[in-house]
């Protein structure tokens, strides 16, 4: 069965530094979404993407946050300069209808 | 603004007991839907029920919906220490991609 893959899926890196999660969704599905979860808490929307541009974004995806569709199928979520905060779950999702396929997520650790 | 929340927060129960996991909204929805979470992994969907559907069966699990009290309902029958994970209920916007998670219902399936 089809799924969504992640990469990595463990990071570590230091206040201020850029990082670049990875996903590869779905073949044929058309939307591509990003949460996270910060430990303990629930799942939060960040961004959904359709058609190559941002459809909707939550206000926790601030200027320091970016999406992108490089190619057929990589979806990314860039974080231009990291903070302590930034330290959660981050999951990307795809759907071609209504329900939403998760990836097993990457686990964002910011020191 | 839209929220999904879940009650009880807890719940602890026997191998073969049900489980029953509720789920209150705010606002218009398309769709409800409930997930999965076993601890530190990723999010798995169980089940979709539209607005205009009140009750959906899938082995196991049965999912009503009442939009009259922006309320849902996920029942788990003859528990197994299996199903020990977090549940979610998630909304959708009418017109909307946002999804929005609640705080979930952590179950604990004891043998």
């Known amino acids: 069965e089809p799924e969504v893959t992640q990469t990595p899926s463990h990071q570590v890196t230091q206040m201020g530094q850029e990082v670049i999660l990875r996903c590869v969704p779905i073949s044929n599905h058309l939307y591509f979404y990003w949460y996270r979860q910060i430990l303990g808490q629930k799942v939060e929307f960040l961004v959904s993407?359709?058609?190559?541009?941002?459809?909707?974004k939550s206000e926790i995806f601030d200027d320091q946050f970016s999406v992108e569709r490089p190619d057929g199928s990589n979806f990314t979520l860039k974080i231009r300069s990291t903070k302590l905060e930034d330290s959660a779950m981050y999951f990307c999702?795809?759907?071609?209808?209504?329900?939403?396929?998760f990836g097993p997520g990457t686990r964002l650790l910011v020191l | 603004s839209q929220q999904g929340e879940e009650d009880p927060q807890a719940l602890s129960i026997q191998e073969g007991e049900n489980a029953t996991m509720n789920c209150s909204y705010k606002?218009?929805?398309?769709?409800l839907q409930w997930y999965r979470q076993n601890s530190g992994r990723g999010l798995v969907h169980l089940i979709l029920?539209?607005?205009?559907?009140r009750e959906k069966h899938s082995g196991r699990l049965r999912v009503t919906l009442d939009t009259s009290k922006k309320s849902s309902s996920l029942l788990i029958t003859a528990s197994r220490a299996a199903d020990t994970a977090s549940y979610f209920c998630?909304?959708?916007?009418?017109?909307?991609?946002?999804?929005?998670f609640g705080a979930g219902t952590r179950l604990f399936v004891k043998a």
């Open positions: 998630a909304t959708r916007d009418t017109g909307g991609f946002k999804t929005i």
């Open positions: 993407f359709y058609n190559n541009e941002i459809s909707e």
């Open positions: 029920i539209r607005s205009n559907e």
């Open positions: 606002t218009s929805i398309n769709n």
């Open positions: 999702a795809s759907t071609t209808s209504e329900t939403q396929y």
